[in-house]
């Protein structure tokens, strides 16, 4: 018992303390530069993959696509990583446009839920979605990629765009389940009122602002890459 | 260093088997509880948690340990921590070079290692006062039971709540899922059932050793008195 536990232990100076605090940090700052470094090119094409994924996933029939960045009126050739509304253009193999991917997002039950939806110029169709970001309950709101009478709605849900090429003729809306009347409304499903009412909600609005300028600009998607 | 050196007990397999069993991280020790009821909705979330926790726990323990007699003790914390969440940035960014997906899945839960008790835990019980590989070894095998413990959990709740294993249908498509299972409700019971199931095998082992021990007690004591 030379040292006895309880005997306050002396103050080291703070230079040891700052010292041994900065040399950790520096370790620290060291790894984590490195693995960043390393990493950076793998997440971006991670990430390039999965909207490349979401793409296709809407527009079935494409083969390609280009980037587009909606700029007021007008849309700007863009790739992906220009900040800003970004549309994606899908054409076939023979450059033929087939549909552009729009991305929408509204607040769900737990969280934001981000989505991409396809959109065809020609039948004005909205033909399918794909959910990038959801926190919704399991087995309720996850729903919306899932239940077959839900995704019935989306064969072709009416988004013409209004002669004022302002907005769309028809509001999209989420109707309560078994009462869906007219194309441009969603069929909600029951128990999953909340969500459904978000992809509603979502459509609608990024509809109204995206789809006439895409609409103005049609030409100019058709012609694509030529 | 000779203060530290007193009596190192010697490296065995104990040490490593105690944090299977003996001290599982969550079943006899419950710590780092948050992530264990959070992830364990499958097993494929639980095993990447599982590993993820594995290195960081590893990583930080061996850092620990072998600067643990140039730390002061006044700034011990405050190093741990900055180690502890280091190894969780690289985690982070690993995680996403290897699978978006799975990222997105487990959410803000890699983040929030850096402030699972289970690593600091160890870092301050163990990591600090034993020798570089016996930490290393000891940080291994709690890692192994934590992950253990995770698996466990998620193959039950993923078995119950979707019918599935590791993505695998299990029961036949009539079997309706116990939707509880995968939210959060459902870790609670499932780890309330695995606590129950492991605290009577136990209790039966040394209930056993006792009732054998009062046994030959009380016959050597009626032998005295007849």
């Known amino acids: 018992m030379s040292t006895p536990e309880n005997q306050v232990p002396e103050l080291p100076s703070s230079t040891k303390l700052i010292s041994t605090l900065a040399t950790v940090a520096m370790i620290s700052g060291l790894l984590v530069v490195l693995v960043y470094e390393y990493t950076k090119p793998i997440i971006a094409e991670n990430q390039r993959l999965a909207t490349e994924r979401a793409?296709?996933?809407?527009?079935?029939?494409?083969?390609?696509?280009?980037?587009?960045?909606?700029?007021?009126?007008?849309?700007?050739?863009?790739?992906?990583?220009?900040?800003?509304?970004?549309v994606y253009a899908g054409y076939d193999a023979?450059?033929?446009?087939?549909?552009?991917?729009i991305n929408a997002a509204a607040q769900g039950y737990q969280g934001t839920i981000k989505i991409l939806y396809g959109y065809k110029p020609d039948s004005a169709c909205i033909t399918g979605f794909d959910v990038?970001?959801?926190?919704?309950?399991?087995?309720f709101g996850t729903k919306i990629t899932t239940d077959p009478g839900f995704l019935a709605n989306f064969k072709c849900l009416d988004a013409q765009v209004n002669v004022a090429q302002s907005g769309l003729i028809n509001k999209i809306i989420t109707v309560r389940y078994g009462t869906k009347q007219h194309d441009w409304e969603i069929d909600a499903i029951s128990g999953s009122t909340i969500t459904s009412n978000a992809i509603g909600r979502m459509l609608d609005k990024s509809g109204q602002a995206i789809l006439p300028v895409i609409a103005r600009n049609i030409e100019q998607l058709k012609q694509g890459q030529q | 260093m000779t203060h530290t050196t007193k009596k190192e007990t010697p490296?065995?397999?104990?040490?490593?088997?105690?944090?299977?069993?003996?001290?599982?991280?969550?079943?006899?020790?419950m710590l780092g509880l948050c992530p264990v009821l959070a992830v364990t909705n499958s097993v494929l979330n639980s095993l990447a948690m599982g590993l993820a926790s594995i290195f960081v726990l590893v990583c930080s323990n061996a850092l620990v340990s072998a600067l643990r007699n140039f730390i002061p003790k006044q700034v011990r914390i405050t190093t741990y921590i900055i180690i502890i969440a280091t190894f969780v940035t690289l985690v982070d960014y690993i995680i996403q070079a290897v699978s978006l997906d799975l990222y997105n899945r487990l959410g803000a839960f890699i983040q929030l290692i850096v402030v699972n008790c289970l690593i600091l835990g160890r870092a301050e019980a163990y990591a600090s006062k034993n020798s570089?590989?016996?930490?290393?070894?000891?940080?291994?095998?709690?890692g192994l039971g934590f992950t253990l413990a995770l698996v466990m959990l998620g193959g039950v709740r993923e078995l119950l709540g979707a019918g599935q294993l590791l993505g695998y249908q299990v029961f036949s498509t009539n079997f309706e899922p116990w939707v509880v299972m995968i939210l959060p409700p459902g870790g609670f019971i499932v780890l309330g059932s695995w606590l129950l199931l492991i605290n009577y095998i136990e209790q039966r082992k040394t209930g056993k050793i006792i009732a054998n021990n009062t046994a030959s007690h009380c016959t050597v004591e009626s032998e005295s008195f007849g």
């Open chain 1, 132 to 139: 990038l970001k959801s926190t919704e309950t399991p087995g």
């Open chain 1, 94 to 101: 023979n450059n033929r446009l087939v549909g552009v991917a």
């Open chain 2, 132 to 142: 570089f590989t016996k930490s290393v070894v000891s940080a291994f095998g709690m």
């Open chain 2, 11 to 29: 490296l065995t397999l104990d040490v490593f088997t105690a944090g299977i069993w003996k001290e599982n991280p969550v079943f006899v020790m």
């Open chain 1, 55 to 86: 793409i296709f996933k809407v527009l079935p029939e494409a083969k390609t696509r280009l980037t587009f960045v909606v700029d007021q009126d007008k849309l700007i050739l863009a790739n992906d990583k220009t900040v800003g509304e970004l």
